[in-house]
C-alpha cells in the first residue's frame, strides 16, 4: 500500500493552555507546514492556545478564503486544468530542483539551472499559473508544495541472495 497524502497545514480552533493541538501544531512547523489559527474569546480556557499560536506567528484565520489564499488555492481546479494541458518540461524540473520555501532570484535561476533569463521568465510564469511556485516580490520564487512522499507499507523487499 502506498500513501500519498500529505497536509499542507494545521488549523487550530480551540486549544486550552496545553493541549494536544499545540502539539500538532509544533509538529507542522517541524515539517515546514503552515500553522493557521481562529481567534477566540481572551476570557475563554480553550482559547489561550489558538490566540498564542497566533501571537507566535500563526496565520490568523476569520474565513475559509484566508486558508485558500494562503496556500494559493483559490485556483486549485484552473491550475489542474493547466497542469494536464501543459505537462511538466525538463525546464520546469530544472527549476523546480532549485528552489525550496526560501525565496530565490530569478537571476540566481538562470544561474543554478544555466538557462537563459527569457527561458526561466516564461518557465516561471507557466508555473505560476500551474500553482507550482509561487513569486514572493521582487522578482524571487519559492516551491509551492514539496514533492508528495511515497511510502511503501508492503515491507522490505528482498534481495533474492
Do not use: W
Not at 497545514?9 to 500538532?24: M, Q
Not at 537563459?116 to 500551474?130: A, C, N
Amino acid at each position: 500500500m502506498c500513501i500519498r497524502d500529505r497536509s499542507l497545514g494545521v488549523l487550530v480552533v480551540e486549544a486550552g493552555e496545553r493541549s494536544g493541538a499545540l502539539i500538532t501544531a509544533r509538529f507542522a512547523l517541524e515539517q515546514d507546514r503552515e500553522v493557521f489559527a481562529v481567534p477566540g474569546n481572551i476570557n475563554s480556557p480553550v482559547s489561550v492556545g489558538a490566540n498564542r499560536l497566533i501571537q507566535q506567528g500563526a496565520k490568523l484565520v476569520m474565513g475559509i478564503e484566508d486558508v485558500l489564499e494562503e496556500l494559493n488555492l483559490r485556483m486549485a481546479s484552473e491550475q489542474a486544468a493547466a497542469q494536464v494541458a501543459l505537462p511538466e518540461s525538463a525546464e520546469e524540473a530544472a527549476i523546480l530542483s532549485q528552489l525550496s520555501s526560501q525565496p530565490l532570484h530569478v537571476d540566481d535561476l538562470g544561474r543554478l539551472t544555466g538557462m537563459p533569463s527569457y527561458l526561466v521568465s516564461s518557465t516561471l510564469t507557466l508555473m505560476e499559473l500551474k500553482g507550482m511556485v509561487q513569486q514572493t516580490g521582487g522578482m524571487s520564487y519559492v516551491r509551492l508544495r514539496e514533492p508528495e512522499a511515497v511510502y511503501d507499507s508492503d515491507g522490505p523487499e528482498e534481495s533474492g541472495e
